[in-house]
């Protein structure tokens, strides 16, 4: 872990240890590098990070302030990346329904930019949230870059396989997301009523070298699911 | 407006003037310097403004890279602060249905940290994209912060009136959302059925102090309504 990471868990979790509320004011810059004993430049790239997830705002010439959501019992809908790792909240499980190398489908394709004959792997999962269903999920992950993928593997989490196993980052994600009415075969995965609302969510993950590697689509269970999402003004 | 906006404006024009596409290269530090004749600290403040709003992606010992969604028609989830103003790739329209200075319930002080006896401007609007219903908006503003509001005002873009004529910056904001079915009045209004499926969103925006200033709740039109969502990893 670099040296600024470091910073960031560490002035994280000083925020959770004293109890900090929304507006309280953090040392100045002098005190921060004093106290994780580094430079300006290691403090001011901690702190941006902090500010993009949403723990603090900068406000220029009077400061840096504490940023706390308040409500609990919702998932971040910005960190799905980390879902198992972050979601510390929550206790997280799946049951895996299949796990295929397959030839992709043209919609696939597309969205993953596969070139042609190139295989990928099709997981599908039902993903669990404190023991009751939180969605169903398919997964498009290109061999090229995840060459072997197994039901075990499938049952934990995969982007932990994909970041230490394989050494591969994930960078960011697209997500494209609507509101529907629940077909048959999801009901009964859910077990929903047919016609019953859900959230679905399309999303397409990159690696650091830009490239598309998976292909995801959820259906949420509406009444066992809900999200936050923190906004920085730009 | 101020050198790197100025910068950031310029670099999107320019990525969306000359077509470039997911994963074509900008030009190296030096050359925008040179190009846009500014430090090299502007040029990196640019940078990771263009990241955040997900226009690039860098890769460290690499260079700057072009980011472009596929998809058109989408609304940009994390930036509804700008709701009129940014959706230029939509025609935006409110119906006003009320405009009053009201006593905020419980809810609404406890979400707004009203002080004691604190009052509250309540709009409620229907909203439209392309003249189609997009979702009813009913929204609570400090009126410490909003000390005038009307009708007439409401049509508009009230976060333009907001930041143009009060003075005020809005800069950050916490959303809650999930799926739900449509109780009977909502319905009426979204010219759907009872029961239907809707996203429903609560939103509290802060202003550039950490206060926050307007509390607002939306439900969406689940057939007009479809949102993408750009995530960085951290």
């Given at each position: 872990m670099s040296k600024y990471q470091k910073v960031v868990e560490q002035i994280e979790q000083n925020i959770i240890d004293n109890h900090l509320q929304q507006g309280d004011k953090l040392p100045t810059f002098q005190d921060l590098m004093k106290q994780y004993d580094v430079s300006k430049s290691t403090i001011v790239k901690a702190l941006n990070i902090l500010e993009k997830r949403g723990v603090i705002y900068q406000i220029q010439g009077s400061g840096v302030f504490v940023r706390r959501r308040k409500?609990?019992?919702?998932?971040?809908?910005?960190?799905s990346q980390g879902f198992t790792a972050d979601l510390k909240e929550f206790q997280m499980k799946s049951k895996v329904l299949a796990v295929e190398l397959i030839q992709p489908s043209e919609e696939v394709r597309a969205n993953l930019k596969c070139e042609a004959e190139e295989q990928v792997y099709f997981v599908k999962r039902l993903r669990f949230i404190n023991d009751q269903i939180l969605c169903i999920e398919e997964s498009y992950y290109r061999q090229k870059f995840v060459p072997y993928l197994s039901r075990s593997i499938a049952e934990e989490s995969l982007f932990h396989y994909v970041e230490k196993?394989?050494?591969?980052t994930i960078s960011f994600s697209d997500k494209y997301l609507h509101v529907k009415k629940l077909d048959e075969k999801e009901s009964e995965l859910l077990e929903l009523e047919t016609g019953d609302p859900a959230l679905f969510v399309e999303e397409l993950f990159y690696l650091s070298t830009g490239e598309p590697f998976d292909f995801s689509r959820m259906v949420y269970h509406y009444e066992h699911s809900q999200f936050f999402v923190q906004s920085n003004g730009l």
């Amino acid at each position: 872990m670099s040296k600024y990471q470091k910073v960031v868990e560490q002035i994280e979790q000083n925020i959770i240890d004293n109890h900090l509320q929304q507006g309280d004011k953090l040392p100045t810059f002098q005190d921060l590098m004093k106290q994780y004993d580094v430079s300006k430049s290691t403090i001011v790239k901690a702190l941006n990070i902090l500010e993009k997830r949403g723990v603090i705002y900068q406000i220029q010439g009077s400061g840096v302030f504490v940023r706390r959501r308040k409500r609990t019992g919702y998932i971040n809908f910005l960190e799905s990346q980390g879902f198992t790792a972050d979601l510390k909240e929550f206790q997280m499980k799946s049951k895996v329904l299949a796990v295929e190398l397959i030839q992709p489908s043209e919609e696939v394709r597309a969205n993953l930019k596969c070139e042609a004959e190139e295989q990928v792997y099709f997981v599908k999962r039902l993903r669990f949230i404190n023991d009751q269903i939180l969605c169903i999920e398919e997964s498009y992950y290109r061999q090229k870059f995840v060459p072997y993928l197994s039901r075990s593997i499938a049952e934990e989490s995969l982007f932990h396989y994909v970041e230490k196993a394989l050494g591969l980052t994930i960078s960011f994600s697209d997500k494209y997301l609507h509101v529907k009415k629940l077909d048959e075969k999801e009901s009964e995965l859910l077990e929903l009523e047919t016609g019953d609302p859900a959230l679905f969510v399309e999303e397409l993950f990159y690696l650091s070298t830009g490239e598309p590697f998976d292909f995801s689509r959820m259906v949420y269970h509406y009444e066992h699911s809900q999200f936050f999402v923190q906004s920085n003004g730009l």
